[in-house]
């Protein structure tokens, strides 16, 4: 009887161990940071809409605002130099991103950015990003 316990118990334990990993995976938080990218190379409003936290309501219009005024006045192209995970709970992600921005006729523009993600609903997005020096 204590063995099957036992067993019970192990079985449990890994379980919840690789829920854990999968909650607090890297690879989801990187996803959303080079999706958002890619999908303001590609000016796709909707993909970089799907990157921003939807339950701030005054956020997100305001975000989706600015980045269709920016994709349709200015013809700008993104990469992600460097990228790294501050800190990492299973609610919350701060992200470090060494950016660069190329808009035409212009010289490369470097930013060292701060991404603030949230999670909900199994899934990863932005709350929030902040240039820093």
Same mark, same amino acid.
């Given at each position: 009887? @204590? $063995?099957?316990?036992?067993?019970?118990?192990? &079985?449990?334990? &890994?379980?919840?161990?690789? +829920? !854990?990993? !999968?909650?607090? /995976?890297?690879?989801?938080?990187?996803? #959303?940071?080079?999706?958002?990218?890619?999908?303001? *190379?590609?000016? /796709?409003?909707?993909?970089?809409? +799907?990157?921003? /936290?939807?339950?701030?309501?005054?956020? =997100?219009?305001?975000? $989706?605002?600015? #980045?269709?005024?920016?994709? *349709?006045?200015?013809? &700008?192209?993104? $990469?992600?130099?460097?990228?790294?995970?501050?800190?990492?709970?299973?609610?919350?992600?701060?992200?470090?991103?060494? @950016? &660069?921005?190329?808009?035409?006729?212009?010289? +490369?523009? =470097? *930013? *060292? @950015?701060?991404?603030?993600?949230? $999670?909900? !609903? /199994?899934?990863?997005?932005?709350?929030?990003?902040? #240039?820093?020096?």
């Amino acid at each position: 009887m @204590m $063995k099957k316990i036992f067993f019970v118990l192990l &079985v449990l334990f &890994v379980f919840s161990s690789c +829920e !854990k990993i !999968k909650e607090n /995976d890297p690879e989801l938080i990187r996803d #959303v940071i080079y999706k958002n990218t890619d999908s303001m *190379n590609r000016k /796709d409003i909707s993909g970089y809409m +799907e990157t921003i /936290d939807p339950e701030d309501t005054f956020k =997100f219009n305001s975000t $989706k605002n600015t #980045v269709e005024f920016i994709f *349709n006045s200015v013809n &700008v192209q993104s $990469k992600i130099d460097s990228f790294s995970i501050i800190s990492l709970s299973s609610e919350t992600a701060h992200v470090f991103t060494r @950016m &660069v921005f190329q808009i035409e006729g212009k010289d +490369e523009i =470097f *930013n *060292n @950015m701060e991404h603030i993600l949230i $999670k909900r !609903k /199994d899934r990863w997005y932005i709350a929030g990003s902040l #240039v820093i020096q």
